[in-house]
């Protein structure tokens, strides 16, 4: 308990300066709760609608596209080791076997095949690289995407090796 002669808001504004934390109380014991008027932020406008694309856009859209086309067919035309799986099935291992063919790509630096399951169900293979496995995830180069990822591990079904030169 605190009493002063300055205003209250002017020691709440002082102690809240200092680090406190501390209520308003009325000469009854009751906290005090008061809103300030004043809003975080201003009233908002809509948005401005775009009348069309920009010939810039559509020419960096094609090349995102033509990109993620070019990266699936990498992934899809890679030669695989045993297990052989079928080209419309994911590679399925334990999950013991999963961590330590992960693993080791990360020590030898080799790409590898993975089944890869997202939070909304969308099942889809992947060549990685894989550069870290830490705390359930695995960090690493996803060949489809041409950027570093982290996937979960429990998402992954399943780890296939690469052939040689693939």
């Not at 990498?74 to 992960?102: F, H, I, K, Q, Y």
């Not at 080791?104 to 993975?114: K, N, S």
Request: glycine fraction near 10%; charge should be neutral.
């Amino acid at each position: 308990m605190l009493a002063a002669q300055a205003d209250p808001a002017t020691v709440l504004t002082q102690l809240r300066a200092m680090g406190y934390a501390p209520a308003a109380e009325s000469p009854d014991g009751d906290v005090l709760i008061s809103r300030p008027d004043a809003r975080r932020t201003g009233p908002r406008s809509a948005p401005v609608p775009v009348p069309g694309r920009s010939a810039a856009g559509a020419r960096g859209a094609a090349g995102a596209a033509v990109k993620a086309v070019r990266a699936g067919d990498r992934a899809a035309t890679a030669v695989r080791r045993e297990p052989e799986p079928t080209p419309d099935s994911l590679p399925r291992t334990a999950a013991a076997e999963t961590l330590a063919a992960l693993q080791t790509a990360v020590l030898t630096g080799e790409r590898v095949w993975i089944g890869y399951v997202n939070a909304e169900g969308a099942a889809s293979q992947r060549v990685v690289e894989p550069v870290r496995v830490a705390g359930g995830f695995v960090t690493a180069y996803d060949q489809l995407r041409e950027e570093m990822r982290t996937f979960s591990l429990h998402r992954i079904t399943g780890v296939a090796e690469l052939a040689e030169g693939s």
